[in-house]
Nanobody
Framework: QVQLVESGGGLVQAGGSLRLSCAVS????????MAWFRQAPGKEREFVAF????????YYADSVKGRFTISRDNAKNTVYLQMNSLKPEDTALYYC?????????????????WGQGTQVTVSS
C-alpha cells in the first residue's frame, strides 16, 4: 500500500522560510511525477509545483515561481518543497501527490496518490 506522509509545516512570519518533506513508502520510488498542491480555507485545491523523474524537469505556479523550489531524493524516497520569502497568501494546507503517468503535471487528475497534508501558516 502506497503512503505519502508530509511534514515540515508550521507557523512562520512573512518573509520567512520553511521546507516541506513528503516521504513515500509502500513501493519503489519510481513515480513519474511528484507534485505539491495546496488548499486555503474556502478555496479550491491549487497546483504549486511538480517534478518529473529522470531529468528532473520542474514546473511552478506563477504565484510561487522564484520563491519555491521542488526537489526529490530518490535514495530517500522523499520529495521536498523549499519555500522562501513566504507571504500570508501562502497560508494553506499543503499536499504531496504522486503519479505514474506523463499527464499534465499541474492537473490533480494526473496523480494517483495523495498525502494527508501539512499546514503552513504565514503571519503578517
Amino acid at each position: 500500500q502506497v503512503q505519502l506522509v508530509e511534514s515540515g509545516g508550521g507557523l512562520v512570519q512573512a518573509g520567512g522560510s520553511l521546507r516541506l518533506s513528503c516521504a513515500v513508502s509502500g513501493r519503489t520510488f519510481s513515480f513519474v511525477s511528484m507534485a505539491w498542491f495546496r488548499q486555503a480555507p474556502g478555496k479550491e485545491r491549487e497546483f504549486v509545483a511538480f517534478i518529473r523523474r529522470g531529468a528532473g524537469t520542474t514546473y511552478y505556479a506563477d504565484s510561487v515561481k522564484g520563491r519555491f523550489t521542488i526537489s526529490r531524493d530518490n535514495a530517500k524516497n522523499t520529495v521536498y518543497l523549499q519555500m522562501n520569502s513566504l507571504k500570508p497568501e501562502d497560508t494553506a494546507l499543503y499536499y504531496c501527490a504522486a503519479g505514474s503517468s506523463y499527464g499534465l503535471g499541474n492537473r490533480a487528475s494526473t496523480y494517483d496518490y495523495w498525502g494527508q497534508g501539512t499546514q503552513v501558516t504565514v503571519s503578517s
